[in-house]
């Protein structure tokens, strides 16, 4: 089977691991030259167009079976719907269906007309003077969200990232103004307190298939300081669980996206591929928190290294509609990801850095390395804007995972740094703390 994989970051690096570890030749194109996915390929396109995908021979000469397509960039321009007008299937949505990341808006409005569960109290302002007018009223803490994609950094919560209302509504107006995540307006939301999961789902529209739950660190400094990121690292649990989620709540968390996915069929709109639910849980249940029309990064990382099913199977299910359950499987080990990123990552990255990679050191230690946003030029590695290395350790004791992926880290070396604190035992048990402190509130 031969199939076509767009990008070039870690989370594709893993895909492309698993199609290959399932038997599928791989066609990867990507904007920076990812010597990880370069070396499982069986040919690779290198462009910072997206156009010249539908050009390159493989996809001309309908020798692709089905294409898979990892970041969110490539979904909004419609790669999926111009695919399947030459005839290739994809296992990700088309432009429509993924409009439940593109616009939170979109997200927000189809979960009110369904009366899905998890909603939150949302208000969409595309014009300064209306919020002004709003706000005069409200006085809960909020969030403010730019409605389209800002690559997970536009968000700002009251307590965290500002402390008064002023400077939340400044930051609204600012959202505006500026045009921040595409210029298509603001959501102000009310805030919630919990903890954060991450649960992906595979779909064919109809069918719907849970992947173990995974915590992810968004925050680009150790005790969760700092700004948002695209995720700094994340672990995932044997029992495909997490420590502080109770299993009505799983099972709440996937009846929201099966809810999620019938609607959108409702709307006349087939959601097929990997669907990725943010949630926090409440003292007031499981509350969604954005929806990606995707595979999480890092989060990609923690489930396909443990998926030991039939990922083409999985593949053609999603893409043709026939997905089926027997295809799926992962192993029960705890899976740790620490994600080496650029010294500055955040903010302002240090990018153009030559880093120096011990891949055999890291294998003999244990460890698995997915490469990230790497360009390779003549033979060396050079750091981007974005995450740079995932190192992951793996073993059926999460703690011992966690000793694994830190203790790999060493291998790498450059201008990058990383969270020590993810997977660790303080860490999770201050989590746990923290959640039962929240349920408890009257
Ligand atoms: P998002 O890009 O929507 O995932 O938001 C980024 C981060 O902002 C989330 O991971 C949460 O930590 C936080 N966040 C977003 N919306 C809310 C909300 N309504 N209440 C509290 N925190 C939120
Ligand atoms: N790790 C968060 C995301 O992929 O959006």
Redesign the pocket.
Known sequence: MNILLIGGGGREHAIASAVKRSGGNLYSYMENRNPGIIRLSDDFLISSNLNDVLKWKYVADGKIDFAIVGPEAPLEQGIVNSLENIGILSASPSKEAAQIETS?KFMRNLMEKYSIPGN?E?HYFSDEEEIIRFMKDFDR???V?PVGL?G??????QG??FQSKEEGIRYAIEVIRSGIGEGKGVLI??????E?YTLQAFTDGNNLIPMPLVQ?F?RALEDDKGP?TGGMGSYSMADHRLPFIDEQSFEKSVEILRMIVHSLKREGITYKGTIYG?F?LTKYGP?V??I?ARFGDPEAINVLTIFEGDFLKIIEGMATGNLSVKYSRFSNDSTVVKYLVPEGYGTNPAHGMEIVVDESGIERSGAIIYFGSVNERNGKYYTTHSRTIAIVGRHMDLYTAEEIAENATKFVTGRLYHRRDIGKRETIEKKVRRMEEILKDP
């Open positions: 939170k939150v949302s803490p909020f969030a969200k800002t997970g950094k536009g968000v700002r919560v965290d990232h939301e009310e805030r919630m307190l919990g954060e992810d968004k948002n943010q926090m509350k928190i954005e990606n």
